[in-house]
């Protein structure tokens, strides 16, 4: 064979084909990996406030931050944020679904979720102790009455103003009474504990009072826990003590018996929440409300208190009122969530909402609702509330005997929208009418199906008779 220089470039020709594919391939699988989507990873944060939900999102993509939300998994209903850059975006949304999912829009195979967490953030405030808290109770205004009024005074108590400044964290503080036995301060440890109060307290301005023993006495006004033995050099830590006072009376004649140190009541807010219904039986399609009534019966009062009732999914939701605060939209799944703030000791609110029972359901509709305060432990749930919604009556055909006279059904009057202003609307999808049923129907459509097959084998055996005939 002959090796002419065609053969060789042609040769040469193929081999740079061969090693471009190469190149092209291992390109195609570096870029892939160097571009490939990595999931973002969404977590749930505490919640900024009754009606949000706080998340934060981590993009490790450095090419296109949008991302696309929904609360279903098919991602029904989406929106999509741009966060604008990569790491780690905190961002708010407004309470839906128990779960959040999300993908990055240009690629929607990569998908994260999270679940919702709706615990409050702890409010931020300011700590301190010792020494610097001490100091800054007292140039707040936190003293104990003037120690030359004391001289001489015959009163059976005394008081003390606590000042705790806005923006603090709440702080425990003491206010006890001792009795001199021996007439003087010193030494400490043999002054007795006579009356004291000890409770933690949040901003703001408190009246003290400790009752006094009928001899010459020593009132201190201290931070933290009651102190019932003074250290016999100082008395009170000295970082501790705010104010005190004492009188020069006369001499104890016998020591008194110590008054057992008080539990302090705990000042916390205790809801009660109950719910009635308007009626207890009501035909199909017919009107009628809910009424919750939120009650506070502990001795604080409760702050931010949010309210929600999951109504049953066959009812409608017209309206929603409470007699304080406000409510939001009615939510996925007939969800009511009401914010009527704050409710005082001894106080109450009310959520009433008004429902239409669906023209084809009957049976018993119940639901109940929960009640839940900033400051309260735990969430209070309602007692349930049943009622029957009763179809026979609507479905009932006038009588048609001859002895009976015509009778007339009972006209149902409209339903009336209600502007946004007065109301938050729920309303149920409707659906196409039902066609698959009724009277002869069926019928024309056979007669007609077999019209067309009877025309199509007559032209079928006209044409092929035509066939032979040639």
């Known amino acids: 064979m002959r090796f002419t220089t065609t053969t060789y ?21 570096s870029v892939g990996t ?9 977590t749930a944060t505490c919640a900024v406030d009754a009606n949000h939900y706080s998340w934060q999102i981590g993009l490790p993509q450095e090419a296109d931050y949008n991302i696309q939300f929904s609360w279903s998994s098919d991602f029904s209903n989406p929106w999509t944020q741009d966060f604008g850059s990569q790491g780690n975006h ?30 409050p953030c702890a409010p931020e405030c300011v700590t301190l102790s010792g020494a610097a808290l001490r100091d800054a109770l007292k140039e707040a205004g936190s003293n104990v009455a003037d120690p030359q009024s004391a001289n001489g005074s015959s009163a059976t108590d005394w008081h003390a103003t606590l000042v705790v400044p806005q923006g603090f964290c709440d702080v425990q503080v003491s206010y006890s009474s001792y009795s001199l036995p021996g007439g003087l301060l010193h030494p400490f440890e043999d002054q007795v504990l006579f009356d004291n109060v000890t409770n933690t307290y949040g901003p703001g301005t408190y009246d003290l009072v400790v009752a006094l023993p009928d001899c010459r006495w020593q009132v201190d006004l201290y931070t933290g826990d009651v102190i019932a033995v003074l250290n016999p050099t100082y008395g009170h830590p000295v970082d501790r003590l705010i104010d005190w006072s004492a009188n020069e009376g006369p001499l104890c004649k016998e020591e008194p018996t110590p008054t057992p140190t008080p539990t302090p009541t705990p000042r916390t807010p205790d809801l009660d929440i109950s719910k009635s219904a308007s009626v207890d039986e009501i035909g199909a399609g017919g009107s009628y409300s809910y009424k919750l009534t939120v009650e506070n019966n502990g001795n604080a009062r409760a702050i931010d208190v949010a309210v929600w009732d999951e109504v049953d999914p ?28 704050d409710i005082a000791p001894k106080g109450s609110a009310t959520v009433t909402i008004y429902v239409t029972t669906d023209a084809d359901t009957c049976g018993i509709v119940k639901n109940f609702a929960k009640a839940h ?54 309303g149920h999808g409707g659906g196409l009418p039902d066609t698959s049923t009724g009277s002869g129907t ?18 079928t055996a006209r044409r092929r008779g035509e066939v032979r005939a040639r």
């Open 34 to 42: 160097v571009f490939a989507w990595s999931a973002p990873t969404l």
């Open 314 to 341: 066959s009812l409608t939701v017209d309206k929603v009122v409470a007699s304080q605060g406000s409510c939001d939209p009615v939510g996925p799944d007939n969800k009511v969530t009401c914010d009527v703030v």
């Open 442 to 459: 069926g019928l024309p459509a056979a007669w007609g199906a077999l019209l067309v097959i009877s025309s199509a084998v007559f032209v």
């Open 90 to 119: 905190a961002f708010d949304t407004v309470r839906g679904g128990a779960i959040l999912y999300a993908r990055w829009l240009s690629d929607s195979n990569v998908t994260t979720s999270a679940s919702a967490n709706g615990e």
């Open 373 to 426: 305060a900033e400051n309260e432990v735990d969430n209070t749930r309602s007692d349930q509330v049943s009622v029957t919604v009763n179809c026979k009556e609507n479905s009932e055909s006038p009588s048609t005997s001859p002895s009976s006279s015509p009778s007339t059904a009972p006209s149902r009057t409209p339903r009336t929208s209600h502007s946004p202003e007065e109301s938050v609307k729920a």
């Open 9 to 29: 470039h042609r040769r040469a020709a193929r081999t740079a084909l061969a090693l471009m594919s190469i190149a092209v391939l291992m390109l195609t699988i």
